[in-house]
């Protein structure tokens, strides 16, 4: 069986771009691959965290891959933190990484941009961490949104440098994106993507939102004039943002909702799509709550990740550390 990885940063609470980007790919293709996900802890202090709001998010995002669906006795849930050898590998990843590569990122333009107190340099090095934690498990594919694209083609290509200069140790890993879905956009600003550490509450739906919260920001969604529910990314980037969220979360087509909503105006289509949010975070935060309140069980499925994963993990640093001479050779 082959195997899979992808992480999730407690960055925030995951919003419904991180549900329908990735979560629910996660739980579609679960049982095709040995799966291994992680939240990774040491990828969101690459921005300024608050301790005490990062243990919790840590804990709720546990709960949320859950609640998404992911069947814990088949797979592999841990926080990245808790496995040392992500950074030791993610160490030596970083010296067969330049520079120039890293400064190419748009993630890193887009949050380097935003740190008022001076760029962390872990925000740079964020692409070899999150090589090393793919790699570590030898893993084959990563199901992840459309932002992540670029980070995965320089794994892909740090591991073809890394197996070039050593040994063929590494697994180079594909992505695998939804077919719909893939990059969902903020609510009030459909040109930006929808991210779950956005300042404004109004431009994102996180899953944990009150869910007549939520509705109210699906009918305060900025669209366009011409009141057409049709799909068009380019000309009415709104509209179609609010007709894919409205696609995954109900399973109808694009096809189906733009006949459905044919001579109708926004305000119907806005209102239906609210009351569809509304139904969908109630079911989820209902599987939510039972995973977070039960905190025993919760770490108990941590504990076991953190084991499992420690297992795999240390086994290929092991390898890489061989094959570059560090350390001692026992
Ligand atoms: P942050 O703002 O802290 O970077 P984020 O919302 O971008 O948070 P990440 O933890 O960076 O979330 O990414 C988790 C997963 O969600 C990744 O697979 C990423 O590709 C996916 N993802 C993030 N934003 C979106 C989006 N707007 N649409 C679809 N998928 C997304
Ligand atoms: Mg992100």
């Keep these: 069986m082959e195997t899979l990885f992808s992480g999730i940063q407690p960055s925030g609470i995951p919003t419904l771009g991180n549900y329908i980007g990735a979560l629910k790919q996660f739980n579609e293709i679960q049982h095709d691959y040995d799966c291994f996900f992680c939240i990774v ?5 690459t921005v300024p965290q608050d301790r005490l709001k ?7 995002l546990a709960a949320i891959y859950l609640a998404s669906g992911l069947d814990h006795e088949k797979v592999t849930l841990f926080i990245q933190s808790e496995v040392p ?4 590998a993610g160490w ?18 887009d949050k380097a941009q935003k740190q008022s107190q001076g760029i962390p340099a872990g925000l740079l090095t964020y692409p070899p961490l999150m090589a090393a934690d793919i790699v570590l498990y030898n893993t084959n594919i990563v199901p992840v949104g459309d932002d992540q694209k670029q980070h995965i083609e320089l794994t892909r290509n740090v591991v073809d440098r890394f197996n070039s200069k050593y040994n063929d140790i590494l697994t180079k890993p594909s992505i695998h994106m939804p077919k719909f879905g893939a990059r969902i956009m903020s609510l009030q600003d459909p040109t930006k993507k929808m991210s779950k550490s956005d300042d404004n509450q109004k431009n994102f739906i996180s899953l944990l939102d009150e869910p007549n919260v939520a509705a109210k920001k699906i009918k305060s969604a900025v669209t366009d004039s011409d009141g057409i529910v049709k799909y068009d990314k380019e000309n009415k980037p709104g509209i179609s943002n609010l007709l894919v969220i409205y696609s995954s979360i109900t399973s109808k087509s694009i096809e189906e909702l733009e006949a459905q909503y044919e001579g109708k105006g926004y305000g119907d289509f806005k209102g239906d799509l609210a009351e569809e949010v509304k139904k969908f975070l109630i079911t989820f935060q209902e599987k939510f709550n039972y995973f977070y ?5 919760l770490d108990e499925i941590l504990d076991k990740g953190r084991d499992k994963a420690s297992f795999v993990a240390n086994k290929t640093l092991k390898k890489m550390e061989n094959a570059m001479g560090l350390g001692r050779k026992r």
Excluded: F, P
């Excluded at 309140?293 to 069980?297: H, L």
């Design 85 to 88: 050898a992500h950074i030791q």
């Design 92 to 109: 030596i990843l970083t010296t067969i990484t330049s520079i120039g590569e890293l400064e190419r990122m748009t993630q890193y333009k």
């Design 293 to 297: 309140e039960n905190k025993e069980v």
């Design 54 to 60: 990062l243990r919790e998010n840590t804990r709720k």
């Design 41 to 45: 802890d040491q990828h969101a202090i």
